[in-house]
């Protein structure tokens, strides 16, 4: 009696979707810019326009206000500026009249990856001392992925490091959305984060007797 043996495969637009995400992060990893320290400690205007828009391969720590932080070192990040424009329309006159208020927040898009790692003791035979090395462990990062997730699920402004954000004097940002992508790595999870800059205000109130009241 023949054997015969058969394969079960996932359906086609997973890994269509798989490979397309896999593709667009060494695509993005090879033509994104990587990012130049310059020994300045104020960004020009032209550094600043030169950057934007323009995916930079960068480092990021996020922190929240316990102190806990991941860090990435390497991450590719994109910042964009939109204005705050208000339109008002005219009854019978085309188009409409626009009044500039102020720039918007910075948009960041962030794509990096959790990755799990194990700190080995490898023992030298002849010196008799050993040395510790870092390796990225073969099993799916659940638990980093978990407490990275209460970070980006919390609702409070997060303080971010970057050299590429400094650019642009982005110190702090609140999560906008964030997705997990399908990759080809089991040891590893790609999110897409997006994030919108935040600058703290201080509102000085004055003493009621300083506060002059008309009748």
Same mark, same amino acid.
């Given at each position: 009696?023949?054997?015969?043996?058969?394969?079960?495969?996932?359906?086609?637009?997973?890994?269509?979707?798989?490979?397309?995400?896999? /593709?667009?992060?060494?695509?993005?990893?090879?033509?994104?810019?990587?990012?130049?320290?310059?020994?300045?400690?104020?960004?020009?205007?032209?550094?600043?326009?030169?950057?934007?828009?323009?995916?930079?391969?960068?480092?990021?720590?996020?922190?929240?206000?316990? @102190?806990?932080?991941?860090?990435?070192?390497?991450?590719?990040?994109?910042?964009?500026?939109?204005?705050?424009?208000?339109?008002?329309? $005219?009854? @019978?006159?085309?188009?409409?009249?626009?009044?500039?208020?102020?720039?918007?927040?910075?948009?960041?898009?962030?794509? /990096? @990856?959790?990755?799990?790692?194990?700190?080995?003791?490898?023992?030298?035979?002849?010196?008799? $001392?050993?040395?510790?090395?870092?390796?990225?462990?073969?099993?799916?990062? /659940?638990?980093?992925?978990?407490?990275?997730?209460?970070?980006?699920?919390?609702?409070?402004?997060?303080?971010?490091?970057?050299?590429?954000?400094?650019?642009?004097?982005?110190?702090?940002?609140?999560?906008?959305?964030?997705? $997990?992508?399908?990759?080809?790595?089991?040891?590893?999870?790609?999110?897409?984060?997006?994030?919108?800059?935040?600058?703290?205000?201080?509102?000085?109130?004055?003493?009621?007797?300083?506060?002059?009241?008309?009748?």
């Amino acid at each position: 009696m023949e054997k015969f043996t058969s394969f079960q495969f996932p359906p086609l637009e997973k890994t269509v979707k798989s490979a397309g995400v896999n /593709l667009s992060y060494k695509f993005g990893m090879q033509t994104s810019k990587p990012l130049v320290n310059k020994d300045k400690l104020e960004p020009s205007f032209n550094e600043i326009a030169d950057n934007m828009g323009v995916p930079t391969l960068s480092s990021l720590i996020i922190t929240n206000k316990e @102190g806990k932080s991941f860090e990435f070192v390497d991450c590719i990040m994109t910042v964009n500026q939109e204005k705050n424009i208000v339109t008002t329309a $005219l009854q @019978g006159r085309d188009g409409t009249i626009k009044e500039y208020i102020s720039k918007g927040d910075y948009n960041i898009s962030i794509m /990096l @990856g959790v990755v799990n790692y194990a700190d080995i003791y490898i023992p030298n035979i002849i010196t008799g $001392l050993g040395t510790d090395v870092t390796y990225a462990s073969a099993e799916y990062p /659940l638990e980093r992925i978990r407490e990275f997730h209460e970070i980006l699920a919390s609702e409070e402004t997060l303080s971010v490091a970057s050299p590429f954000l400094s650019i642009f004097k982005i110190e702090s940002a609140v999560v906008k959305s964030y997705a $997990l992508e399908q990759e080809t790595f089991g040891n590893r999870q790609s999110i897409k984060i997006e994030m919108l800059s935040d600058y703290p205000y201080e509102i000085k109130l004055k003493e009621q007797k300083d506060v002059e009241v008309k009748k």
